[in-house]
């Protein structure tokens, strides 16, 4: 996929290289250290629906969750950045949310033809076998404005 941002080559858990956008380096690595997945991000969103925000992809419902528990946990009512933040996730329009139900195990298909012409036959003649494994992926758009305090939590859980 190509990015219409400048890139920076980044390495994805050990396994293997991705490029991110450059101006959210330090989230996405932050993010990482703290054990999320993600699966996608932009550090500015076109889409008029989400106002030039950044947008972030979880690879599952339990790094969105360890995500928004890191960023929303706060110590101090007086910290007026830590409220705001907890505000925007839990009551104004600063994060946006779209969920999507996937699967995460593939079709085993007994040969490559019935693959090939699976849309042709009934499914009672397609040896198929299949286990769900069923998540919810979730994409999240938020202001900029919070990416240096959502860096800030990040950090703090990690040390």
Not at 12 to 22: A, G, T
Not at 84 to 109: P, Q, T
Not at 124 to 131: F, G, S
Request: charge should be negative; proline fraction near 1%.
């Amino acid at each position: 996929m190509h990015s219409r941002h400048k890139t920076t080559t980044l390495n994805y858990f050990n396994e293997y290289s991705v490029e991110i956008d450059s101006e959210i380096v330090d989230l996405i690595e932050a993010m990482w250290k703290a054990g999320i997945e993600t699966s996608g991000c932009c550090q500015e969103e076109q889409d008029a629906r989400y106002n030039k925000m950044i947008y972030i992809q979880f690879e599952n419902s339990e790094s969105c969750k360890k995500f928004l528990n890191i960023i929303t946990d706060y110590h101090s009512p007086n910290n007026e950045g830590e409220l705001e933040l907890w505000n925007a996730v839990y009551h104004e329009d600063g994060f946006k949310f779209r969920m999507n139900i996937v699967d995460r195990n593939f079709f085993i298909v007994d040969n490559k033809a019935d693959f090939q012409d699976y849309k042709k036959l009934p499914k009672r003649d397609l040896n198929v076998k299949h286990n769900t494994k069923f998540d919810i992926n979730v994409n999240m758009w938020f202001n900029k404005k919070y990416k240096a305090i959502i860096i800030e939590k990040l950090k703090d859980y990690c040390s």
